[in-house]
C-alpha cells in the first residue's frame, strides 16, 4: 500500500531535529538555490515591485529562507503550514523575539542583492509574517497570491502521483496572474526519517517537475542539482517562473 498525505504522522513531526539534520549547518545547496532563487525575484521585480504585494509560502515546516527570499517584495507573508509543532516554531520564529540565529547564514546570502541590503530582517519578518494552520490540499484556489514558494512539500508529503500532482496545482491555483515563483523538489527520494518518525516521498525528476508545472507557466526554469544531502535521494531540483496570465476560475 502507498502512504497517502493523511497517513503520515505529521502531528508528531519535530521541527528543531528537522533543523539540526538540514538547515543548522548550511550546506552548499541549500545557498546556491537562496542565490538562484534571489536573483530571479530581483529579475521579475527589476522595474520595483508594485505597491502591497502579498506573499505565500506553502507548507513552510521548519525553513524561513524561502519567506526571508520573499521579504523586501512584500507587504504581508502567509506561511502555510499542516504539521502543529511546525506552526508553533514558525509562530515562535515570527514573534517579538525575532527569529533564530540559524537562519543569518541564509540572510548573509540573500543580502549580496541590491534589494536585500536595506532590509532589517528580523524586524521586518515579525512584522508582516504571519502563520495559518492549512491543508496545501484543501487550498481551491479562492485566495491568491502575489509571489509564492513551495519548498519540498508536493513530493514530500505522499507516496502517491495523484497527490503530487494535486499539490502542485493547488500551489499554482494559489498564485495571481503573472506571480513569480519559486518551487524546490528532492529528486527521486525514497522518503525520509524525522527522528522516530518515517515520511513518504513521490520520485520525481527533472522532466517529471517540469511536466507538472509547464501548463501553469509560460516563462520556466528548471535547476537540476546533483547534491545529495544525505542516502536516499539523488538531489535537488529548483523551479523558477511565473504562473500564467490567463487563469481558469476555480
Ligand atoms: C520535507 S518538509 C519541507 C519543509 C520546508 N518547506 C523546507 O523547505 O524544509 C514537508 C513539509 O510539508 C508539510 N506538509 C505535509 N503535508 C501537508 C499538507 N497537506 N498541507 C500543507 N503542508 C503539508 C509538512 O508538515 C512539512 O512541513
Not at 96 to 102: E, P
Not at 186 to 205: C, D, F, I, T
Request: glycine content about 8%; charged content about 25%; proline content about 6%.
Amino acid at each position: 500500500m502507498m502512504d497517502r498525505n493523511a497517513d503520515a504522522p505529521w502531528s508528531q513531526f519535530d521541527p528543531e531535529v528537522y533543523v539540526d539534520l538540514n538547515y543548522r549547518t548550511p550546506l552548499e545547496v541549500d545557498l546556491l538555490i537562496v542565490r538562484l532563487m534571489r536573483d530571479y525575484f530581483s529579475r521579475c521585480y527589476a522595474q520595483g515591485a508594485p505597491a502591497s504585494v502579498r506573499g505565500v509560502d506553502v507548507g513552510a515546516g521548519a525553513n524561513l529562507y524561502p519567506a526571508l527570499s520573499m521579504l523586501p517584495w512584500c507587504e504581508k507573508i502567509l506561511l502555510l503550514e499542516y504539521a502543529t509543532p511546525n506552526v508553533e516554531y514558525l509562530e515562535r520564529q515570527a514573534s517579538g523575539g525575532g527569529y533564530d540565529t540559524a537562519w543569518d547564514a541564509f540572510w548573509n546570502e540573500l543580502r549580496e542583492a541590491p534589494a536585500y541590503r536595506d532590509v532589517e530582517p528580523r524586524s521586518r519578518f515579525g512584522e508582516i509574517v504571519r502563520v495559518e494552520r492549512a491543508n496545501l490540499l484543501d487550498l481551491d484556489g479562492q485566495r491568491r497570491w502575489d509571489i509564492g514558494t513551495m519548498f519540498f512539500v508536493a513530493d514530500s508529503m505522499s507516496e502517491c502521483a495523484d497527490e503530487f500532482q494535486r499539490g502542485v496545482e493547488c500551489f499554482m491555483d494559489a498564485l495571481t496572474g503573472g506571480a513569480p515563483f519559486a518551487a524546490a523538489f528532492m529528486k527521486e527520494s525514497l522518503g525520509y526519517q524525522v527522528g522516530a518518525h518515517k515520511y513518504p516521498a513521490y520520485r520525481v525528476n527533472a522532466d517529471r517537475v517540469r511536466e507538472s508545472l509547464q501548463p501553469f507557466t509560460a516563462e520556466l526554469e528548471i535547476h537540476d542539482m546533483d547534491h545529495m544531502v544525505r542516502p536516499g535521494h539523488e538531489g535537488m531540483i529548483l523551479a523558477l517562473g511565473r504562473r500564467n496570465q490567463a487563469i481558469a476560475t476555480p
